[in-house]
Every structure is written in C-alpha cells, then in structure tokens.
C-alpha cells in the first residue's frame, strides 16, 4: 500500500460525501482512506458505512469520542500505507494530489513530508485574517523557507500534508496538550531535521467554517501558539546565536513585548529594542533602550529576533535588514 489517507470525521454527515467523493476520483491508484468516527451523533456512521459496502479503499473506524489528537494518533496506527495524506472531512481534493505527492517523496528520498498549495473556501472578505494566512502558507515552497518562517507561523496547513510514515516511528506522533497539535509535531519534527517541502500546485480546497476547531478551541488561540514555539525557538537561538542568550528585538510595541515574556522566561535577554516609532525611540524596556534603525549594529555584532507580526511591516522589516547586510538564520531570524 502507497498511501493512506487519514481522515478524523466528527459529526460531518453533512460535507463527509463530497470529501469522500473527491478521494475515490484520485488518479493514484494505490491508496486507502482511514475514516477516523470519532463517535459522531449524526449521520456519520451510517454515510461511511455506506461509502465502505460501495468502495473496499474506504476504511471506516469508530471509538467513543475522544477528540481530534486520539482520533489522529487512531488513524496513523490502522494505516497500512508507506505514506500517510492528511485530509479533513469537509475539504476537497484534486484528483492528482495523492499521485503527485507520493510520487514527489518517492523520487526525493531525502524529503520526510510534502504538502501542497491550498484554495481558501471560505469568505475571503470575512474572514481576512485566515484568507491572508493560506496566501502565506502557499508562498512557502522550498524546505529553507518553511524552516526559515516556522517562528511566525505554521508554515503548513495540516490537511495539506503527505508525510512518510517512519516518521512517527521515530520522533513520535501527535501530542496531546494545550496547544495545536499540528503545529507542534512540524516544530517537533522540523527540530530534529526532517525536511519539509511545498509542491507549487494548488491541491486542496480548504473549507472554513464557523465551528472551526481554530475558532472555537482554545488550543489553537494565538497565545497557544506563542507558548508551543518559544521552547522551540529558544533551543534553535541556543544552537544558532553567537551572541546568546542575548538578542535584539526588532519591534518594541505592546503585544511583541506581550509575546516574548514565553521566550524570556527560558532565559533569552533582550539587549536592545529597535522600532520605527519615535515616542518608543529613546526609551528603556525593563532596561533595554529601544533605539531606532540607523542604530542598529553592523551584521555580526548582534541577533536581530524579528517580532513584526503584521503583513507588509514584517517584510519591510526583512528588506531593512538585508540591505543592512544581514542574512537570515546568520544574522537574524523572523517570528511573530
């Protein structure tokens, strides 16, 4: 078996058979669908039930509701493919993205998952925020990107993703815990090298909807991410900072200084603040005089943290730094 397709299904009668319908038209021709049942109310059961007499590739599973990381971890161990493909059950996939996929990770042995540009279903004008974020994640491609950005956001939408199962053999699966378990096992795996790549076609569409786990579980609020990154991101400054546990901060507003209280609190120092705002220029931040841009140090007399969250600044913020002469991961780093 090539792929296996992992699929958590709870309560999702209503958009199950259409997810369903665009995985038996894929182009590969050796795969199976886990459906995970994670004791669903609703129709669910008896949809895949049905879709299983029809179609012998769809391996419906069922467990007492025990929520999204059981029903994860559940599905990857019914697996039987050398690769597993994750999908929601509200998604929709192109016919050749397990083909195209698979075939990418046989042909690049030194690649441990690959994923795939997504389509934002959704209400672009709405939900803004979520509409840039999917821009984002699909301007990540080569593995030195999504490594490079991994501190601003998850760089991979999960669903997206077709990873080699040997990988949960060794670094372990999901984990259960107060934070996104999705972006914790990228984190996770990312740390102990596994390379990561984005293929350039678009094959996935992405559907959001208001009960979103994203929305509705405080797992995945934004402090939540803060808290996973930082004991990731201060081991990778340990590892790669000449100056640490010392950096300068390029951002000295309020929710920066509000976020990296997690990577203080591991023991990283900020010796300087840099910010474009001439009422912060001149101040101190618990000690740490925020200084403007043409202050900052010639490259290799510091580590520049780029906290600028916001789109349009934070690559503003990148140029200025470039043109300054540094480089990313030598000189500076950007998170959010």
């Known amino acids: 078996m090539r792929v296996s397709v992992v699929m958590p299904v709870y309560n999702e009668a209503g958009s199950l058979g259409e997810a369903l319908a665009s995985l038996a038209g894929q182009t590969e021709p050796e795969f199976e669908v886990i459906a995970l049942d994670d004791g669903s109310t609703d129709a669910t059961w008896e949809l895949l039930a049905d879709w299983a007499r029809r179609d012998a590739r769809v391996r419906p599973v069922r467990q007492e509701h025990a929520g999204i990381v059981a029903a994860l971890n559940r599905g990857?161990?019914?697996a039987r493919g050398r690769y597993i493909a994750r999908m929601d059950a509200d998604d929709v996939a192109h016919p050749d993205r397990l083909r195209l996929q698979a075939d990418h990770l046989d042909r690049h042995p030194e690649t441990g998952l690959v994923a795939c540009r997504a389509e934002y279903l959704g209400d672009a004008r709405r939900h803004r925020g979520l509409?840039?974020?999917?821009?984002?994640?699909?301007?990540?491609?080569?593995?030195?990107?999504?490594?490079?950005?991994?501190?601003?956001?998850s760089p991979l939408i999960h669903p997206t993703v077709m990873f080699r199962r040997e990988l949960v053999e060794r670094f372990g699966g999901y984990r259960d815990g107060p934070f996104p378990e999705d972006y914790e096992l990228w984190l996770r795996w990312l740390e102990a090298g596994v390379r990561?790549?984005?293929l350039p076609e678009t094959l996935l569409g992405w559907r959001d909807r208001p009960r979103r786990l994203t929305r509705t579980d405080g797992r995945y609020s934004v402090e939540a991410f803060f808290r996973v990154k930082a004991p990731y991101l201060e081991r990778w400054l340990a590892a790669h900072n000449p100056h640490h546990p010392e950096v300068v901060v390029w951002g000295a507003g309020r929710t920066t200084r509000k976020r990296l209280?997690?990577?203080t609190e591991l023991g990283v120092r900020v010796k300087a603040?840099?910010?474009?705002?001439?009422?912060?220029?001149?101040?101190?931040i618990a000690g740490a005089p925020v200084l403007g841009p043409e202050?900052?140090?010639?490259?290799g007399e510091c580590f520049v943290v780029q906290y600028v969250g916001?789109?349009?600044?934070r690559e503003d913020v990148e140029q200025r730094l470039q043109q300054k002469g540094y480089r990313r991961g030598?000189?500076?780093?950007?998170?959010?």
Do not use: Q
């Not at 603040?273 to 001149?282: E, F, L, V």
């Not at 916001?310 to 600044?313: E, L, N, P, Q, V």
């Open 330 to 336: 030598r000189d500076y780093l950007p998170c959010a």
């Open 273 to 284: 603040y840099i910010d474009i705002d001439p009422r912060k220029i001149g101040h101190r």
């Open 261 to 263: 209280r997690y990577l």
């Open 310 to 313: 916001s789109r349009g600044a």
């Open 196 to 198: 990561m790549e984005k």
């Open 131 to 153: 509409a840039l974020f999917v821009e984002w994640t699909n301007s990540l491609l080569s593995a030195g990107e999504i490594a490079a950005y991994r501190f601003v956001e």
């Open 76 to 78: 990857v161990a019914e």
């Open 295 to 299: 202050e900052l140090p010639a490259p």
